[in-house]
């Protein structure tokens, strides 16, 4: 698999920055389960953070097997075709976060500023943050243009890095 | 769960009808794997029906174990709250199609129409058309309002019919 090029590192970085949406992989009953939620990554992309009530299927499915896969994709322009709009495919384990803290409270201020609207979660029980730490990451920069990527990797092009090959 | 409303019935036909993306949920080493495809959905949304090459991750996983689950979510609008964009995950299983007959020359047509930059992929030997019979589908209209549809409701809303029991 190719190293990422400047433009490609560039999409991906553009892409995990506009996101504010992502489709969750889950297993439930051991078959796939997928769903939308709203994303919050870290700024080095060591981490993504949902918003999610434990009554959502996605959650229950998590609490029983943490393994998860999140894509964020770009939204579809109505170019002529969409098999070449950006995504990228993270994977890894989902953790439940403690609602108490410094590191709930940084959190809670970078998530109300990104999505104002959920101010109302944090008046309910049944909210809590999950944390998914990338293992690995797959990057579909547009037809036949794919990145296979290490946590490392992702983590390097969040800091603008270049590769380390090229 | 509540039978669908008439303003939300027409919302779940006019996201299907217009989203020409989706994201696939598979299972990878018996861990979710979620990825972007382009999706065209039969009139009557009995069938959902992708074009993959068989060197994807995805159709690698379908020919191993076929549950799927398919979501498409209304693309973000840069709203204030993203929760209320609306979405529908469908559950079922995924089957390969013959490429040639009748059914693959209208189906063809209809793929055509819709991703004219898809004509390559009719050249080339490892592409091929896999369908999905959605089994039931789980359609979130806005935040809190969830619905659970069998596959005759979800083909009933895809006929205008209103609810039997409103």
């Not at 439930?28 to 434990?54: C, E, I, K």
């Not at 890894?92 to 803290?101: D, Q, R, Y």
């Not at 500023?113 to 293992?135: K, N, Q, Y």
Request: charged fraction near 20%.
């Amino acid at each position: 698999m190719a190293c990422m090029d400047a433009e490609a590192q560039r999409s991906l970085v553009r892409l995990i920055r506009n996101a504010r949406i992502g489709v969750l992989g889950t297993l439930r009953n051991g078959a796939p389960n997928v769903s939308m939620v709203a994303v919050l990554h870290a700024p080095d992309f060591s981490a993504f953070w949902l918003r999610l009530s434990r009554l959502a299927w996605h959650t229950q499915d998590m609490a029983l097997d943490a393994r998860v896969s999140l894509v964020v994709c770009e939204s579809d322009d109505a170019r002529v075709d969409p098999q070449t709009l950006a995504r990228v495919t993270l994977r890894g384990e989902a953790t439940s976060m403690a609602a108490a803290g410094p590191q709930f409270e940084s959190l809670k201020r970078a998530w109300l500023d990104r999505f104002p609207a959920s101010a109302v979660t944090f008046e309910l029980a049944d909210f809590s943050f999950w944390c998914i730490h990338p293992r690995d990451a797959r990057f579909v920069a547009g037809l036949g243009r794919t990145f296979n990527l290490s946590a490392a990797e992702l983590a390097r092009a969040a800091k603008g890095d270049s590769c380390p090959r090229s």
